[in-house]
């Protein structure tokens, strides 16, 4: 009895001190131990929680295109069911996914800003943020090289002043203090030469142009109504030369370039147009349609060279495509197709040397090239045998000369040739012994 | 002998009484049902089984140390209530931190308010009862009003905010503001930013810097519309250029300076006055350590904005 009063009065005075979560770990502990369970914290034995619950969400996730959300998911399932083999191999595959995804969007929309196609490039930038949350590219794209930039750079030449920067950039060698002020540049102090200085941007109302820039608007409508593109152009340029941001000059420069470039299609001048149509801003109505047309007209022309077996106009017309577009398939695929069958002619006239110079400017990624290199390997080595069987045949014949020539024409073209090589030797020391004998 | 052992019986019994009695009191407890179904995966993520007791904020005080994050708990779950039993996933890291979703992302607008006045609305005021209704109508719509840190975090891709956010600026330094929407802003417990142009302060509509300071104290935030509020982004009338350099270094460096010398904190946005801004002035700005910078626009504004032309939502009457 007097041992329960005992314990009864620790658990009492324990309460005084510590409180509530005195006496429950007091007491848990106690339990703990008596029952050594496992730790709860450990996710093999909790039952409350099944994994196949948040896969489930998880594919649920990546049905919806919500690809991290669905990570995230599977790597609960995954904790949850460490023993499986199946949800590794679908993180691992998942983020695979991402991967491409994220990779492929930003490409893309790389290439919708070369294009200047900004509005189509950030679509594609957030939709790479999207799969892979810590895209720096695609970051460094949405939040610093996507907005106008207040400067321009300019990386000064030997013999420059402050001055002279000033009135190249400005128009005005008197806002020298400008470039000064925004960089660093103490009062008389002048920029090393090599030195990138940043140049703000100032709108045209700080430029004083000696043009009157209202004149030469209503001067360029003018000539816009009369069908003018060229001298619509001329002036245009010569507004914004003072007044980069004057939307109503880039309108019309917009306008003359997209009629200029239309006209030089019709003309055929395939440079010219893409020349004049690159000048056009990209959300220009229908100025990537005429671009399109203009370049389908030439690949065509490419494709008829093709059949006629003109190869070198092939790559000229074909080079030109990409010159204004890199990424165009249709000319890689005309240019390449040109080197292989330029390379079978070859491989026919037997001039296998000239063939692998000419397939050595192919892309190597292609199967035609890939097929026509091996094919002129395999072609020599059957030349190679033709010309040994011609040299056996010279030496049953007792005509050493000729034999040594055919088995070295043998190893000029196969060169792993044993056979020829010892052939040649022995043929050679023969022909020393019949000296001697001679 | 027998009556003591019967009394000794009788305190026994009472002892035992009143320890099951206070011992009952510590058959609950707060924390300790979770800890018998809490996982961490990865540090991650935690999951959590609820019991009756449990809110998003009690989880968020628990989980994230901060009861105002409930949110992160809600979004992630796609949940407004708590059900017992519920099992809960406690992202310990900003999951999404750009708000971008399958169909667009997320956007957060910025409600700029100037004067106010007792019955009539104008241009640029509004009533108290208008602007009490209005931030009555936030709070009832679970729009959550955000810091103007908060707001840079997220333009800066740092830090996630809840999807319904929303930040509430006042412009200028009209003592109205104090008077009418200081006691409301409180009552609400709503953060807010005000931009001041220093010339204004203590003049006769004007805020003085007692009250100036007495806002910054009470946690609102005070930013800078610079100097005068002249116009940054022209020349006025037969001004040159080198006046009007001179002037756009006053109006952007002096207000800057004095605010931090008075409030001893950092000043580190600006408004520009009628919201008008051009390239020279955004330079400036950089220049001077400007973070960001709010023009006058009915946009709202995604994580990838410039900062320094983040869009106010103006005429809010």
Known sequence: MKKLFNIYLLLIVLFFFTGCTGVRGFLGTIADKLSKKPSTKEPGHTKALPASYYLEKALEYEKNDELQTALFYMQIAGTLNPDSTKIPEKIASLKSTIDHKARQHFTTGVEFCKKRRFKDARKQFLTTLRYAPNHKGALDYLKNRLHPKEYLNYKVKENDTLKDISKKFYKDSSKDFLIAYFNNLKTGEEPVSGTILELPLLGSEFNRPPINIPFELIKAENLLKEKRYREVLDVSEKILEYDRLNKKASDLKNVSCYQIGMELSRQEKYPEVMEMFKKVSPEYQGVEEAIQQATNKELFKAKNLLKQKQYEQVFAVAGKILDYDKSNKAAKDLINTSFCKQGKNLIIRKNYTEALNVLSRADPQYDCVKKTISDVYKAKKKQAEVHYLNGVKHFLNEELQSAIKEWEKALALNPEHKKAKININNARSLLEKLEKVK | ?317
Not at chain 2, 123 to 149: C, P, R, W
Not at chain 2, 165 to 192: C, H, M, N, Q, R
Not at chain 2, 205 to 225: H, R, V
Not at chain 2, 253 to 263: A, G, M, N, T
């Open chain 2, 1 to 317: 002998m027998q009556r003591s052992a019967n009394r000794m019986k009788t305190i026994y019994g009472l002892i035992f009484l009143l320890s099951l009695l206070l011992l009952s009191a510590c058959a609950t407890d707060t924390r300790s049902h979770h800890e018998i179904s809490e996982i961490r995966i990865n540090d991650d993520f935690i999951i959590v089984t609820t019991t009756a007791k449990d809110t998003p904020s009690s989880l968020a005080a628990e989980y994230l140390n901060d009861p105002s994050k409930e949110w992160v708990i809600s979004e992630f779950n796609h949940i407004k209530t708590l059900t017992p039993g519920q099992k809960l996933i406690i992202p310990l890291f900003p999951f999404n931190k750009s708000g971008l979703k399958p169909g667009g992302y997320q956007t957060v607008p910025v409600l700029a308010y100037y004067s106010f006045s007792e019955n009539k609305p104008n241009k640029v005021s509004i009533t108290q009862g208008n602007f009490k209704a209005q931030m009555k109508y936030l709070k009832e719509n679970n729009y959550h009003v955000i810091t103007l840190d908060q707001l840079l975090d997220f333009l800066d891709y740092k830090e996630q905010i809840p999807e319904k956010s929303v930040v509430i600026t006042f412009d200028d330094g009209w003592s109205s503001a104090y008077d009418f929407a200081f006691p409301i802003l409180k009552e609400y417990g709503f953060p807010a930013t005000f931009f001041i142009y220093t010339d204004f302060i203590g003049g006769g509509k004007a805020m003085s810097w007692k009250q100036i300071k007495e806002l910054s104290e009470a946690g609102f935030d005070i930013q800078c519309q610079t100097k005068t509020h002249r116009n940054l982004a022209t020349l006025k009338k037969k001004e040159s250029f080198k006046e009007y350099f001179n002037s756009l270094e006053m109006e952007i460096s002096y207000p800057k300076k004095l605010i931090e010398k008075k409030l001893n904190k950092e000043c580190k946005c600006l408004a520009y006055p009628y919201g008008l801004t051009n390239n020279l002035v955004i330079a400036m700005l950089k220049k001077h350590g400007y973070r960001a910078a709010f023009t006058v626009d009915k946009k709202s504004n995604p994580f990838f904005i410039d900062k320094y032309k983040i869009s106010e939502v103006t005429k809010v009457t």
